[in-house]
């Protein structure tokens, strides 16, 4: 749809859009393109840190998914990194649309600090999040297992309604619930008229 470095160039604040949000390298356009079953849909690079503006991708009229740029790669300038911690943080306190995030996070690190802060926000706003555990083929049974457990751990004292999926494009796992999770904060069924 377009891509927006500054704040004024961001698409009108209305409809639905939901954040995809991760540190440089977690996985994040890899998964924006496993779950809209695309395979060049948000860039891909062997090179952390590429995204460098939010990338909008229209999902109907109004309804929008939002790369945002991956965060954490020590080789991007400190002033890179203080601007878009800015960007970001006014992005998360203002946007009206913002109706749901989902967390990359590798499955073979687990959440870290900077991860934590974000997921921190998300809950102090209410924002429904989705924790995809990335990467999960590299991991053993017993290893997938370990990192669910330590990553409820952690958002059981983060945000404690996020939900926790193990995710490989490679092996397509956790595609299918992803979608439906993103399915349901972009255009919520209305609650029934209860008289």
């Known amino acids: 749809m377009k891509s927006a470095p ?12 939901l954040a995809f949000v991760g ?11 496993a779950i809209c079953q695309q395979s060049a849909l948000a860039r891909t690079s062997r090179t952390p840190g590429r995204t460098r503006e939010l990338n909008y991708f229209a999902v109907a009229e109004t309804e929008r998914l939002v790369d945002l740029p991956g965060y954490g790669y020590a080789a991007v300038p400190i002033p890179m990194q203080q601007a878009w911690g800015e960007f970001i943080a006014h992005y998360f306190a ?5 109706c749901g995030m989902v967390q990359m996070v590798d499955s073979r690190h687990g959440i870290r600090e900077l991860d934590a802060e974000l997921l921190r926000y998300a809950w102090q706003r209410q924002l429904p999040t989705l924790v995809l555990l990335s990467k999960t083929d590299k991991l053993n049974r017993q290893e997938q297992v ?5 990553a409820n751990v952690d958002l059981a004292m983060l945000h404690p309604e996020a939900r926790v ?10 595609i299918e619930d992803a979608r439906r999770f993103i399915e349901a904060q972009l255009a919520p069924t209305p609650a029934a008229d209860v008289t």
Not at 94 to 98: D, G, P, Y
């Open 146 to 150: 370990n990192a669910v457990r330590k």
């Open 94 to 98: 203002e946007r009206r649309s913002l």
């Open 165 to 174: 999926l193990l995710f490989s494009a490679k092996e397509k796992v956790g």
């Open 6 to 17: 500054t704040w004024t160039t961001l698409p009108v604040d209305a409809g639905t859009e």
């Open 23 to 33: 540190r440089s390298n977690s996985g994040k356009s890899t998964a924006l393109n």
